[in-house]
């Protein structure tokens, strides 16, 4: 029973993982763009999907081979974590700006018109597809970042390679449940209710551009505040 626990505590914990705030931080700006449940919660488990992959292709020569990932390797991929975040926070801001008052030009029976539209007037925003490639390669990142921590955890809780390869697989896993579970019950919800009240699903994606803008500023100057 003992490899049942351990392999329970890798499901908790890497329930646990997928709550770390980068993680929250990413997915929530890129669903907030979501008006629909089940697109959002999916975007969840694109995520999550993308990140297993890295902790897997990564994780496991390390487990098998007893190697460690240099210090400087994972200081620059934090830092490309932080710079995705600081993107997706200002991409996400710049688009909520044209959505909120830009010029267009309209043509009706063959008469030209031009006005300012307001956030009453909808537009089509970026396809599902195209958000699901962009938060699979956020997941990806993500999960290349932590990669080196999950499998020096793997192999200090497990008693043999077999038991450490079966601990990060089912980190992996808990991650993937973790994060779908989260955009499912919390965040998906919590935006479908407000998704015909324009205002406040305005703010919603401007507090999450800030976050993301803020939090991905905050990771790049504590991570070369400690190598300089």
Do not use: C
């Not at 959002?40 to 694109?46: D, E, M, P, R, V």
């Not at 007893?66 to 710049?94: A, K, M, N, Y």
């Not at 015909?196 to 991905?216: C, E, H, P, V, W």
Request: hydrophobic share 55%.
């Amino acid at each position: 029973m003992d490899w049942l626990l351990m392999l329970g505590v890798a499901l908790f914990l890497g329930v646990r993982h997928s709550l770390d705030p980068d993680h929250v931080v990413a997915v929530s700006t890129l669903v907030s763009e979501e008006r629909r449940l089940w697109p959002a919660a999916w975007l969840g488990f694109i995520w999550g999907i993308g990140h297993i992959i890295p902790i897997a292709l990564v994780g496991l020569p390390l487990i098998i081979f007893h190697l460690e990932i240099p210090l400087v390797f994972e200081s620059f991929v934090d830092t490309g974590v932080g710079i995705l975040l600081i993107l997706l926070g200002g991409t996400t801001l710049w688009k909520l700006m044209k959505k909120r008052v830009h010029y267009d030009v309209h043509s009706h029976d063959e008469t030209i018109h031009a006005h300012f539209h307001r956030p009453g007037h909808r537009h089509p925003t970026l396809k599902l597809e195209r958000r699901q490639w962009i938060t699979f390669g956020f997941g990806l990142v993500h999960g290349l970042a932590g990669s080196g921590a999950v499998a020096v955890l793997a192999m200090q809780a497990s008693p043999s390679i077999e038991m450490a390869i079966s601990w990060l697989l089912v980190f992996g896993l808990g991650t993937v449940l973790g994060m779908f579970a989260m955009t499912l019950f919390i965040a998906a919800p919590a935006l479908t209710m407000v998704a015909k009240r324009n205002t406040i699903r305005f703010r919603i994606q401007g507090i999450a551009g800030f976050i993301s803008l803020f939090f991905g500023s905050y990771m790049l100057w504590e991570i070369w505040s400690e190598l300089l």
